[in-house]
């Protein structure tokens, strides 16, 4: 799936839906459901960026790293709205 999604082709990224659902509920979890949207667009846009620029590696896990893109940037949110508070 990673290298269709690399090619941007319509058919991974449909396929991709239902382990969205999963790393929404996982970003959810971290900064509450109010804020999980917005962590996945980021984390789209960062896994996007990382396929372009080679950060993922043939061989990872591919779920792992989307994860990780997911947890990072929960945790940069979360971070960013305690300061607010």
């Known amino acids: 799936m990673h290298h269709a999604l690399r090619q941007g082709e319509l058919p991974a990224i449909e396929e991709s839906v239902p382990f969205q659902d999963g790393m929404l509920l996982y ?15 980021d984390s789209w846009e960062a896994l996007l960026k990382g396929l372009a620029d080679g950060s993922y590696k043939e061989g990872q896990h591919f779920d792992r790293y989307i994860r990780s893109i997911v947890k990072r940037r929960a945790l940069v949110t979360w971070k960013e709205e305690r300061r607010m508070v």
């Open 27 to 41: 970003a959810s979890a971290i900064v509450g459901p109010w804020l999980a949207q917005d962590v996945m667009q």
